[in-house]
């Protein structure tokens, strides 16, 4: 059993900046952040092979201005998010599995483990 604690959430402008922190309670090869805001599905973000940082892949909405890392010696789990914008206000949420894949996945049901979620709210 993995225990994942989400952190760094909070209320900013459009075109503010955000880091997200994930800690889990032990190493764990793929770890992923998802976002549902009310009234749609979940959505895969990032996703990232914490042993090879190089391995990622990201949501196509956030390409280009999200950053997703990890932090190996203390196994926490960043999403850092540049120029916001009022469409990625969502829970966010921090996930993570013991799988095998080529690519790290971002789709909800390769996840076996989830933390509880923090709120990011971008106002126009």
């Known amino acids: 059993q993995v225990q994942l604690v989400e952190s760094g959430g909070g209320s900013v402008q459009a075109g503010g900046s955000l880091r997200l922190s994930c800690t889990a309670s032990r190493f764990i090869p793929y770890m992923a952040w998802f976002r549902q805001a009310p009234g749609k599905e979940r959505e895969g973000v990032a996703a990232?092979?914490?042993?090879?940082?190089?391995?990622?892949n990201y949501g196509g909405s956030v390409e280009g201005r999200f950053t997703i890392s990890e932090d190996n010696a203390k196994n926490i789990l960043y999403l850092q998010m540049y120029s916001l914008k009022p469409e990625d206000t969502a829970m966010y949420y921090c996930a993570a599995t013991y799988g095998s894949y080529l690519i790290p996945p971002l789709g909800p049901r390769d996840y076996d483990f989830w933390g509880q979620g923090t709120q990011v709210t971008v106002s126009s």
């Open positions: 990232v092979r914490t042993d090879m940082n190089e391995f990622t």
